[in-house]
């Protein structure tokens, strides 16, 4: 239930309904197609001299939902297209990064039967990939027991001597002097292998897989490729400054980490990548890192000391001498993990959380500085090796997302120049920043009124709820709320006890009480906003997506206040969701254990259990693919509301999994071309259908 939970640039249909108000001519929101062509920019990268800009954009879902490169010039803030894709190539250019000299840069992309890493010169000329061959570590075609058995070698022959296979590149870490470059490689599938598969001695044994992603060396001048000695999976590598060392990060194999936390971190060295360290006082829960500029240090994110959910992080400090750690974030009473740390002298910068804004926390040693900047939201914050210079994205809810860049932080920032993401200039609804009392909380919420609302005019309301449960809703920009305002819709984001962003002891509220506290958090801000605000009572409607969808169906047997609940990829039946699920350690937390030993716990907090009291018209949406939250689990909630006699409908969508589907429906660009304006089509509909009654 966890994936989706940050929440921006979220969008549903225009379509005209003759039950909603139309606002003035002036205005101008966005339709469902609209929805189609709106791009997005991630990933700024700045330059070694500090002049220039890498960042990603990814076309429109009107045009393929690809990846690009491009370049921003700092000084005649000016963006020009780097890369361009072959039509063979669905997925585009990504993972954008510069070479140390500034001479180039290297990107990602599947140009052929493989992923591969390339090289394209900033100058002009053509990018070309890097041959990554390996010998294959492992080749099951040759295993004593496969089938078609192997063919004996002929007596006294000697073996076949492997031969190296091209592969395909997950990721990639370039050291600070550009000499080497860490690429992490999944095991390729050998000739043999390749063997089998066609003639379909292809059965699958669960947990039993011996290819894993493995960490190699590749020397750019050369071609040539060092293996390591890190054990598989390697999931991330952090280079030190001195480009002697680089941590790298695993996190097993076989989804051992559905068992419990099994991340361990180890030191490889350049001149003996054979015999790598283990770190075994970093917990087995550590997400990302950073090294200190004296390579001294080690700062990095895990589970927070505090009982709050899995993947809840504080900030450490390790110390490479003494192997002593020591909690930075400790008692800190927002939230860090959304970003990398990045170290910045004797101090090390994390994003982080607070209330509804997101921003950047200096931490050194004792002291914790909140960064200033222009927006409400900032993200994906960026420098060089030298921090001559700085970038990021910054949003709010009038702004959509933008590029900025100072030469220090705190200084006045400049707007950078990017391609512009909606087809046409939407008319901005400026979020209200909400409260109010519930139980012994104080709860926050994002309230968006459309321009008409006024004591004359009361206007419906539709309440969304965010995913997790461990996420929350910050003020940034999103075209869901375009939309609904064009609708005439005011939008509630409430964030309720077990967001994030108020601290770990908030974050946790909420144990062994999903769809408890919780759903009185979000109705008293149903009543907050009713009393203060231009509101119709008579036309509320709720929706979410993941936790949010759970929640939808919570909602839909405890009151009948809404007249209409949407809910996406949602979890219905903890005991089912459990044993199903895509990783489970998540929500064992939640519960207490093992669901079969919780049993009263797991269906009190399953939304099934109150099934028999629903009346609401309920519309589910569901991927077939979806692996966080299966299928099965609206499926039992279509039937059971369906043989309760609810007005149901679920729309199941082929080859998608939990968060693409998310993204489609909410407005981001994707490679499925209809999903999400069918989805957004339907969903207006089914509001036009229940509030026509």
């Known amino acids: 239930m966890r994936n989706v939970s940050h929440c921006t640039l979220l969008t549903v249909v225009c379509v005209c309904s003759a039950a909603l108000v139309s606002v003035a001519a002036q205005d101008h929101f966005p339709s469902n197609e609209d929805l189609r062509h709106v791009r997005s920019i991630s990933q700024p ?50 993972e954008g990064a510069w070479m140390p000299d500034g001479r180039s840069i290297l990107f990602l992309a599947h140009r052929g039967e493989h992923t591969q890493l390339y090289e394209l ?16 570590p492992v080749d099951e075609s040759k295993a004593p027991d ?48 390749k063997k089998e598969q066609d003639e379909k001695a292809d059965a699958v044994p669960l947990n039993h897989d011996p290819h894993g992603s493995r960490l190699y060396l590749l020397d750019p001048a050369s071609g040539k490729i060092t293996p390591t000695a890190t054990p598989p999976d390697v999931d991330g590598v952090v280079w030190t400054r001195q480009d002697d060392r680089m941590l790298a990060i695993a996190e097993g194999m076989n989804d051992v980490g559905d068992l419990s936390p099994a991340g361990t971190a180890w030191v490889v060295t ?36 505090t009982d709050a959910p899995p993947g809840y992080s504080d900030l450490y400090e390790y110390t490479m001498t003494g192997q002593s750690v020591r909690d930075l ?114 709860i926050e919420g994002l309230l968006y009124l459309p321009p008409q609302a006024s004591a004359e005019r009361k206007v419906p309301l539709i309440v969304e709820v965010h995913g997790g449960p461990t996420g929350a809703f910050d003020d940034s920009w999103g075209a869901f709320i375009e939309f609904m305002a064009g609708q005439g819709w005011a939008v ?23 769809g408890g506290g919780d759903y009185r958090d979000i109705m008293a801000g149903v009543d907050a906003v009713l009393a203060q605000y231009p509101i119709d009572a008579n036309k509320l409607a709720l929706m979410g997506y993941s936790y949010g969808g759970e929640m939808a169906a919570f909602v839909e047997g405890r009151t009948d206040r809404f007249k209409a609940i949407i809910s996406g990829a949602p ?3 903890q005991e089912s969701e459990y044993g199903t699920e895509r990783g489970s350690y998540y929500d064992r937390w939640f519960y207490g254990g093992y669901p079969w030993e919780h049993a009263e716990s797991a269906w009190r907090q399953s939304a099934l259990a109150d099934v028999a009291k629903a009346k609401t018209p309920f519309l589910l949406l569901q991927g077939e693919s979806d692996g966080t939250d299966p299928l099965g689990q609206s499926e039992e909630m279509y039937r059971a509301l369906r043989q309760m006699g609810v007005a149901v409908e679920l729309v199941e969508y082929p080859r998608e999994d939990h968060g693409p589907l998310y993204e489609a429906i909410f407005g981001y660009p994707v490679p499925e071309p209809w999903h999400g304006f069918d989805g957004r089509q339907r969903i207006v509909t089914f509001l036009d259908k229940a509030f026509a009654q």
Not at 52 to 72: C, E, F, R, Y
Not at 281 to 287: G, H, L, M, R
Request: charged share 20%; aromatic share 8%.
């Open 45 to 94: 990268r700045l330059s070694p001299d500090g002049r220039s800009v890498l960042i990603q954009v990814t076309d429109a879902t009107a045009d393929g939902g690809k990846n690009h490169l491009w370049l921003v010039d700092v000084q005649a803030n000016a963006a020009r297209q780097l890369t361009y894709s072959p039509e063979n190539d669905k997925r585009g250019e990504y």
């Open 121 to 136: 010169p900033t100058d002009g000329g053509e990018a070309h990939p890097f041959a990554v061959k390996i010998v294959p």
């Open 146 to 193: 496969a089938i078609p058995p192997a063919p004996k070698a002929a007596d006294g022959a000697s073996p076949a001597k492997a031969e190296p296979v091209e592969c395909d590149v997950a990721r990639y870490f370039v050291s600070p002097d550009g000499k080497e470059i860490a690429i992490i490689v999944r095991d390729p599938q050998t000739p043999g292998e």
């Open 270 to 305: 350049v001149a003996d990548p054979e015999r790598p360290q283990q770190l075994k006082a970093i917990p087995a829960t550590i997400e990302a890192a950073s090294w200190s500029w004296d390579g001294r240090h080690i700062d990095y994110l895990a589970q927070s000391q």
């Open 329 to 442: 974030s400790a008692g800190f009473s927002g939230s860090v993990g959304l970003g990398e740390p990045i170290a910045e002298g004797g101090s090390v910068l994390e994003e982080a959380e607070l209330g509804t804004r997101t921003t950047v926390m200096r931490f050194t040693g004792d002291r914790r500085e909140e960064l200033k900047f222009d927006t409400t939201t900032v993200s994906q914050l960026s420098t060089n090796a030298q921090q001559t210079a700085w970038a990021w994205l910054g949003s709010s809810s009038t702004q959509p997302p933008t590029l900025y860049y100072a030469e220090k932080l705190g200084q006045n920032a400049k707007v950078l120049k990017t391609p512009d993401l909606l087809p046409t200039a939407w008319t901005p609804i400026s979020s209200h920043v909400v409260s109010w009392k519930s139980d012994a909380f104080t």
């Open 492 to 514: 509630l984001r409430p964030n309720p006890r077990g967001s994030t962003g108020y601290g770990a002891a908030f974050a946790a509220a909420n144990k062994n009480d999903m």
């Open 571 to 573: 979890v219905t039946d």
